[in-house]
């Protein structure tokens, strides 16, 4: 008798029987067997479990923005990934349930329905463009507004998500660098793509609290959640598991809102650029609202595993067209949309050229075993192709009927992938190994065009610097002339004086710690690296900058004088 | 008067008792300093160590208290009514010599006149 209970239900709510469960660690007691695959899910759902754990630790230690940020990337990837595992889990010993009790499963069809093979899914070169309003610019009155996104890509059970990168208005789209890849995906995969993004400054309440107490109430949490962290952690170190579903503890914490969302399909891969409508899901009242231009480019590439690995390999006998008697002993190998016969079996580990390669695609026809002499030649099968007008028949003979058998159904096999993976199957498309992780790039903090201005070496101060040493060094035996003006001005103000009474001009150095430079509009927004090619048209000349009032701490370049 | 960083200094320093003249609402002092930490001392004409950051005179003004009291042009005053003048920023130095509560400043002064005259007086 099957009864339903609890266990069926995949979303564990809070506070009831299934939850009970995890935390007493019952979870992973079960009175069938695991099967292996079971094993392996189960331990990667303790891995993600762990690494959870890590995650709120590490969210509630730090201390800065953008580290709270990546805290908080990895802990909704964590928690994506355990519920997904454990709906997984759940299915799977739904399914076994079933079995057991007899009773026949819905979805499954007969047992010799011919499976495609499984493939490999890459997606790469990601960019969201943005569309800023000319508002963006005036209302923040210079200060940057600073979002963190990331993206999170599900096909089935595997969650990967891309690296979180910092955008601000100088930046006309997302790009994200990474290729994201899967392998183990079937030709009816859903590829679900969320776009995640959060406020790198401080929303909400605290954003015009003062500073003081903004850190205070960041890095402390109310009375319940206070409890629930300390129980969290507490039963992190014990047998079972922490209450899974824990929301983030953290007040004041980066809050990450789902912005947009998409599902790519087959008929998305092809082996270039495509553009791909986004839904957007967050209304423009919310504080992590980005300006979506609604669309997504990407290159989705898929590898089925049909084109990259040999699918079957034997020796064949080969009637070359047209010479009835003349038969070649080779070494057949079936690979992607070839049969490439080599003279040896060596011949495919050295890499030589085959002696010939037969194609098979979609036109091409197999037949078996049609041959006049079918008595004398026996487990025989024939390839024809049409090229143009020509029709070229290979006629090829097994060694013996389990091999014929065995070719055949390769070959099946071949065309029902062809079928399933539709345009991947027409040539290979390149999948580029992803680059390791490279960290991420951390956005200095700038300013607007007007607040940071640079004045960078050029030759001409060069070489009005030197002009103003030689001079300067002339003078050190008499006393400038210009203490004259003292002689009847009392009360004169302090160091910062205007320009006018302090005739030797402040010497423009080149500053020792690099200050930032102007960035014009038409810059190229992603390089951030500094020292990067000078954009910028050099600034003109300006003599003493600093008596403007800018006081600067950098090496003394006056020697002021003062009445007293 | 050079000196080693950490190291104690040691001058030979002249007192020069400074009396205020009031003019109008001011007292004043009639001489100019000029130097400090937070200057360049390259451009110092009257020190000798062009390292030197110290607070250095570098006009007296004629008929002035401060030429009456005998301070002299590129002396380098030391201290000012007990506050030590040799580590202080430009505006704390005249800070610390127009003071509008002290009428008179004492000051502790050294030129390199005195060091030689010490000198010479030593070896004779």
Redesign the interface.
């Known amino acids: 008798m099957f009864s339903r209970n609890h266990r069926s239900r995949v979303t564990v709510a809070r506070g009831s029987a299934l939850e009970m469960e995890f935390k007493r660690g019952r979870f992973r007691l079960s009175l069938l067997s695991d099967p292996p695959e079971d094993t392996e899910l189960q331990r990667k759902l303790d891995h993600e479990i762990r690494m959870r754990e890590g995650a709120c630790k590490l969210l509630a230690a730090c201390s800065q923005r953008e580290q709270a940020l990546e805290a908080t990337k990895s802990l909704l990837v964590c928690n994506s990934r355990i519920l997904n595992y454990m709906g997984e889990l759940q299915r799977r010993k739904e399914a076994q349930v079933l079995k057991k009790t007899g009773r026949r499963p819905s979805d499954s069809g007969p047992p010799t329905e011919r499976s495609p093979c499984r493939g490999q899914i890459c997606i790469s070169d990601l960019r969201i463009p943005l569309m800023w309003k000319d508002t963006e610019y005036f209302k923040n009155k210079g200060d940057l507004h600073r979002w963190a996104v990331f993206l999170l890509l599900q096909i089935g059970e595997h969650i990967q998500d891309t690296e979180m990168i910092l955008v601000d208005w100088t930046l006309t789209d997302i790009s994200f660098q990474n290729n994201v890849l899967f392998a183990e995906a079937g030709p009816d995969f859903e590829l679900r793509l969320e776009l995640y993004g959060a406020c790198v400054e401080e929303e909400g309440a605290l954003a015009g609290a003062p500073k003081r107490l903004a850190t205070k109430l960041s890095s402390s949490l109310g009375r319940s959640s206070g409890r629930r962290v300390r129980a969290s952690l507490e039963t992190a170190g014990g047998s079972g598991s922490s209450p899974i579903l824990l929301p983030t503890p953290a007040v004041g914490g980066p809050r990450y809102h789902l912005l947009a969302h998409t599902t790519l399909t087959l008929a998305a891969v092809q082996d270039g650029f495509r553009t791909h409508d986004l839904t957007l899901a967050t209304p423009e009242e919310s504080p992590a609202w980005l300006p979506l231009y609604g669309s997504m480019c990407c290159r989705l590439v898929a590898q089925p595993l049909c084109m990259t690995q040999p699918t079957a390999s034997g020796t064949l006998r080969v009637q070359q067209a047209g010479e009835p008697r003349d038969w070649v002993q080779v070494h057949g190998v079936l690979k992607g949309t070839n049969l490439f016969c080599y003279r040896q079996p060596e011949d495919t580990d050295t890499g030589d050229e085959p002696l010939f390669t037969i194609a098979i695609n979609k036109e091409t026809q197999v037949r078996a075993g049609e041959l006049d002499q079918a008595a004398s030649w026996p487990f025989t099968l024939s390839i024809s192709n049409r090229y143009g007008e020509e029709e070229v028949t290979h006629t090829l003979q097994a060694e013996s009927r389990g091999a014929l058998q065995s070719w055949m159904e390769a070959l099946w096999q071949l065309f029902f992938d062809m079928s399933q993976w539709k345009q991947c199957c027409d040539e290979i498309m390149k999948i580029e190994t992803p680059a390791p992780r490279k960290p991420p790039q951390v956005l200095a903090k700038q300013g607007s065009l007007y607040h940071e201005m640079a004045i960078e070496p050029l030759d001409d101060i060069a070489a009005v610097t030197d002009i103003l040493a030689q001079r300067e060094g002339a003078r050190l035996e008499t006393p400038p002339p210009w203490l004259a003006v003292f002689t009847d001005q009392p009360a004169l103000p302090g160091p910062c004086s205007p320009a006018s009474v302090a005739p030797a001009p402040a010497r423009i150095h080149s500053l020792p710690w690099g200050r930032p430079r102007t960035f014009s509009l038409d810059a190229v927004p992603s390089d951030h690296s500094p020292g990067a090619s000078r954009l910028v048209a050099p600034l003109p000349l300006q003599r003493s900058p600093r008596s403007r009032g800018l006081c600067s701490k950098g090496p003394p370049h006056t020697w002021l004088q003062s009445p007293v | 008067m050079s000196y080693v960083p950490g190291q104690p200094v040691t001058a030979v320093v002249q007192r020069v008792e400074i009396h205020k003249l009031r003019?109008g609402e001011?007292l004043?002092?009639g001489?100019?300093?000029?130097?400090?930490i937070?200057?360049?001392?390259s451009?110092?004409?009257f020190s000798e160590d062009k390292t030197d950051k110290g607070i250095y005179v570098?006009?007296v003004?004629e008929g002035g208290p401060a030429e009456i009291a005998g301070l002299q042009?590129g002396d380098k005053i030391m201290q000012v009514n007990g506050w030590d003048m040799t580590m202080v920023?430009?505006?704390q130095a005249?800070k610390r010599?127009?003071k509008r509560s002290e009428e008179v400043v004492r000051l502790l002064v050294t030129r390199q006149s005195l060091q030689k005259a010490v000198q010479q007086s030593m070896l004779s």
């Open positions: 003019q001011n004043i002092l001489f100019s300093i000029g130097g400090g937070d200057q360049d001392p451009q110092n004409p570098t006009r003004s042009i920023t430009h505006d005249r010599l127009t």
